[in-house]
């Protein structure tokens, strides 16, 4: 099979629950961070080519069909420019959707072998350009702005794009000194930001409650506090943190108030690329359990006890989850290495399946 394909296997329809079904792969690249568009109609992934040191971006649709994306060299006043065949990028990964009620659109990072990363919406060329790199976009769920990382002012300070006025230069949101902001999170009501401050003493969990407000310190933790992902009601943020053991990654909630106290729910999980998935009721939370000895099972997390259901996957070694909720019924994509009986195990592959109550075991 040729690298510039992608295989695409759709044996059995999408309508078995708790039946995963496998919809990507390609060979000699590790297929990573699937994205679940707002309304659950298209789905984008990456492949990482780890010898290369490249990264391919592809979206597709609900049915598995999927495109590469490349960024396009054509100046552009629009969201929606002209489609480039260009394949000069080294690395294109990142997407953010934009909410459903703007069609299709997205943002991603791209850089070339020089490693120069922009940002660029959909097909279009360039965004928010600066000689520093962009990277970590996130698209606000009401569509108005897209906030990112920059190094453009020498630090790694978080910026706002106006969607409306798109081609005036970016505000700048944060300036702390002495570490650079990554992992931007929106709120579901489009009116806080989380992020994680990444110092030399440790990564910590920040709140903007309002985009015009001062910024609040929510962990001040040694280790990694990472992936912050608000619930759907906005009022909380599940993130991993490993704090209590350098060696282990833990799941925690926390208020998205000043002062609130961080609760752990779950000791030993995957920290994968997309964060703790929320349940679209808010009720639950999805991740990945480290558990080698159960290849990495997927489990569901009740948000009010921490109590801990293994869904009944077929699939080992999994990670980075993506949740959605379409048409009243919930949906998960994911990667895994394969198969329980899978005789190779090589690459990460693109998965699917619809999520109910007959999915979990004790």
Sequence with gaps: MKRSSLLLLLATPWLVAATPTEVARLDQANLQRPTWSPDGSRLSWEANFHQEKRVELYVGTADGNGTRVTPSGRASSSLTAGFSSSAGSKVAHELTWAPASMGAEFVYAA???????????????????????DGGAAWSPDGSKIAFTSARSGQGDLYLIDVSKIEQPPRQLTTLRTASEVYVAWSHDSQM???????KTGDNLWLLPKLTGSPLKITAWAGNQVHPVFSPSAHQIAF????EDIRRNDLYVVDATDGAQPRLLVRGVVSDANGPAWSPDGSSLIVVLDDDERFDPIARVELD?????????????????????????????????????DPTRSYD??????????????
């Design 240 to 243: 991993y943190a490993n704090h």
């Design 111 to 133: 850089a070339n072998d020089a490693l120069d990363y922009d940002l660029y919406v959909s097909a279009g060329s360039a965004i928010a350009q600066s000689p520093a790199a």
């Design 193 to 199: 930001l989380a992020w994680v401050a990444h110092g």
């Design 305 to 341: 006890s921490g109590a801990t259901t293994v869904l009944r996957f077929d699939t080992v070694g999994n990670g980075d989850l993506s949740l959605v909720d379409r048409d009243g019924t919930t949906w998960l994509a994911w990667v895994a290495q394969g198969r329980t009986n």
């Design 349 to 362: 592959r693109l998965f699917v399946t619809q999520l109910d109550a007959s999915t979990s075991k004790k």
